[in-house]
């Protein structure tokens, strides 16, 4: 169980917008930054925002984070059949004894 | 072009030892943080441990303290984890993954294709 908390699942159509959640606490969220992954499938993980809203290099800009709080969100916008992936919410917890978190990921269906 | 190039794994018995390794290029391996993660099958991902990079910090998760060990040669820019008394839910898909800084809490923005470790008799 993490601590933090993602819907397992998310779905959308081609065009829409839609948005993933990541709920926290004030020792992780509350205090630190938040990053976003994709994982395509049968691929490895790839960086998709840091520091809550900032976009990599060859990030496409419908990709954008933002949090409040102890939460904080993805969200895709103008969607397309490529997005379809599991997405990771991370951070850094130092009340932790292991301090690197995950978020338990969400499957994102593009219908 | 950076790259990671994990190596190592494979399959073992219960009470068993696997030293991964990832060797990275392209980039300054020593002013970047570097970390591993894992993936059991059809499961999320977990963070499994990280280090700093002059190597002086180290940090695990719960699962591997006391069994897992990372380290770091910035002569040789590859990073290590050495993993002991394995067990069957050690079993999973251990990625290499670069930090964007010095710092282990940096996010990570480049990562290796993956070594498969398995553990069963």
């Known amino acids: 169980q993490s601590v933090l908390t993602q819907p397992p699942s998310a779905s959308g159509t081609p065009g829409q917008r839609v948005t993933i959640s990541c709920s926290g606490s004030?020792?992780?969220?509350?205090?630190?930054?938040v990053n976003w992954y994709q994982q395509l499938p049968g691929t490895a993980p790839k960086l998709l925002i840091y520091?809550?809203?900032q976009r990599p290099s060859g990030i496409p800009d419908r990709f954008s984070g933002s949090k409040s709080g102890t939460s904080a969100s993805l969200a895709i916008s103008g969607l397309q059949s490529d997005d379809e992936a599991d997405y990771y919410c991370?951070?850094?917890?130092?009340?932790?004894?292991?301090?690197?978190?995950f978020g338990g990921g969400t499957k994102l269906t593009v219908l | 072009e950076v790259q990671l190039l994990e190596s190592g794994g494979g399959l073992v018995q219960p009470g068993g030892s696997l030293r991964l390794s990832c060797a990275v290029y392209g980039v300054t391996f020593s002013s970047y943080a570097m970390s591993w993660v894992r993936q059991a099958p059809g499961k999320g991902l977990e963070w499994v441990s990280a280090?700093?990079?002059?190597?002086?910090?180290?940090y695990y998760a719960d699962s591997g303290k006391g069994r897992f060990t990372i380290s770091r040669d910035n002569s040789k820019n590859t990073v290590w984890l050495q993993m002991n008394s394995l067990r069957a839910e050690d079993t999973a898909v251990f990625y290499c993954?670069?930090?964007?800084?010095?710092?282990?809490?940096?996010?990570?923005?480049?990562w290796g294709q993956g070594t498969m470790v398995t553990v069963s008799s």
């Open positions: 520091s809550n809203n």
């Open positions: 004030s020792s992780n969220i509350g205090s630190n930054t």
């Open positions: 280090i700093s990079n002059s190597g002086g910090a180290t």
């Open positions: 993954a670069k930090g964007m800084t010095t710092v282990p809490w940096s996010a990570f923005d480049i």
């Open positions: 991370a951070i850094w917890d130092d009340s932790l004894n292991g301090p690197g978190v």
